[in-house]
């Protein structure tokens, strides 16, 4: 069996000021940093043969604390980043109803049929994710690779790895900042061992503090 360790990035800046931050390259709050830590800690007794990361600065530092003492290097994937929001970066959340109401409304109810504008659609999005996870998981038959990334990418592949289809989005629930999920692939096909572990975080979890995700 091959294992896939995903870490979503410690809380970020836009996590705090809740502003849209795909493709924008926001740095990890002092909260993050410690986050981080705390899930190296988490996998400090893992057995892990490469660690890959989204590029943007969120991303890259959270799998660096993670490879501390392994001897590993942190291999850049691009194809793991955030979904690029175009006009949406940086845009307060609170904007965004009234800037984009059409595809504000879709990310909220259908975010399978959302285009960000100047962005990236859902549909898109997803299939880079799945096609870099499929490939990293066959090039690492039986080994057990980590893999930083962000928010709405893991929740996105959460669905695939169930084996739902892009519709069921919204059925599939937020991962804190810093949480864990892991899924095996064996036999050409992917499923979920642990679904966004946040219990190293406890009082410094980013999503204890926030209840836009429990809407």
Known sequence: MTTLIFVRHGEAEGNIKRHFHGFYNSALTENGREQIK??????????????????????????????????????????????????????????????????????????????????ESMADFSARLIAASTELAQKH????????????????LLCYFYGWPLEKLNDVVWCDNAAITEIGYENNAFFVITDGDNEHLKDISTLAKQDWWRK
Not at 103 to 116: A, D, R, T, V
Not at 141 to 156: K, L, S, W
């Open 38 to 119: 705390r899930a190296a800690a988490r996998l400090k007794d893992t057995q892990i043969d490469a660690i890959y990361s989204s590029d943007l600065t969120r991303a890259f530092e959270t799998a660096q604390e993670i490879a501390k003492g392994r001897g590993l290097s942190v291999t850049i994937d691009e194809r793991f980043r955030e979904i690029n929001g175009g006009e949406w970066e940086d845009v307060p959340w609170d904007d965004l109803p009234d800037k984009f109401s059409e595809s504000y409304s879709h990310w909220l109810n259908e975010p399978y049929k959302l285009q960000m504008p100047s962005g």
């Open 141 to 156: 038959e039986g080994q057990t690779i980590c893999i930083a990334t962000h928010g709405t990418a893991i929740r996105v």
